[in-house]
Antibody
Framework: QVQLVQSGAEVKKPGASVKVSCKTS????????ITWVRQAPGQGPEWMGW????????KYSEKLQGRVYMTRDTSTTTAYMELRSLKSDDSAVYYC???????????????WGQGTRVTVSS | SYVLTQPPSVSVAPGETARIPCGGD??????VNWYQQKPGQAPILVIY???????GIPERFSGSNSGNTATLTISRVEAMVEAGDEADYFC???????????FGGGTKLTVL
């Protein structure tokens, strides 16, 4: 069965970086993209960006451009999201999700990781 | 950026039908997806492309999309703690202008 398993919770100081992993299994990794979403308490999900598992192409949200970096390792079918220069309002639960694309602009997210809580506090 | 508007809460009695709206400008021109999220858990896809159910999602869940409002409908709402329908529900579409997905703010479904 399809599974996305994320790394554990992190506590970071402002200005530091965090790197979250998303280990996938149960499907052909190269056939799907991975989208990263974060969710602050009581709020809807916020799209952070996307990476193609096939060729590593990325697209990031304008809000996070320059601070977020997404990579993948096809040998371990794992995706990574690194967020740098952390601020207190980056505190949230971070999710990876498999990006199912039937055609351009029709994406939906059919499997999700369990989430990784990132707390930014001095 | 394209904006999706959802009411903060919807309440329904067990066995009744819940309807959760998601408003957006000419949303009928977009594919709408819906996610269920229970406290402390990751979202689960319940409807994709307006009215399609992934495998394992009960037939009680359905979707529609017309004009400026898409609607998630849950028939015969269940109140059971673990397997029940009480949860937050989010709609999601693709913002073609920004070329990225957007989510609604979510609606908390309360089963009375």
């Amino acid at each position: 069965q399809v599974q996305l398993v994320q790394s554990g919770a992190e506590v970071k100081k402002p200005g530091a970086s965090v790197k979250v992993s998303c280990k996938t299994s149960g499907y052909i990794f190269n056939n799907y993209g991975i989208t990263w979403v974060r969710q602050a308490p009581g709020q809807g999900p916020e799209w952070m960006g996307w990476i193609s598992a096939y060729n590593g192409n990325t697209k990031y949200s304008e809000k996070l451009q320059g601070r977020v970096y997404m990579t993948r390792d096809t040998s371990t079918t794992t995706a990574y999201m690194e967020l740098r220069s952390l601020k207190s309002d980056d505190s949230a639960v971070y999710y990876c999700a498999r990006d199912n694309i039937a055609a351009a602009g029709t994406d939906y997210f059919d499997y999700w990781g369990q989430g990784t809580r990132v707390t930014v506090s001095s | 950026s394209y904006v999706l508007t959802q009411p903060p809460s919807v309440s329904v009695a067990p066995g009744e039908t819940a309807r959760i709206p998601c408003g957006g400008d000419n949303i009928v021109s977009k594919n709408v997806n819906w996610y269920q999220q229970k406290p402390g858990q990751a979202p689960i896809l319940v409807i994709y492309h307006d009215n399609n159910r992934p495998s394992g999602i009960p037939e009680r869940f359905s979707g529609s999309n017309s004009g400026n409002t898409a609607t998630l409908t849950i028939s015969r709402v269940e109140a059971m703690v673990e397997a029940g329908d009480e949860a937050d529900y989010f709609c999601q579409v693709w913002d073609s202008r920004g070329d990225h997905p957007v989510f609604g703010g979510g609606t908390k479904l309360t089963v009375l």
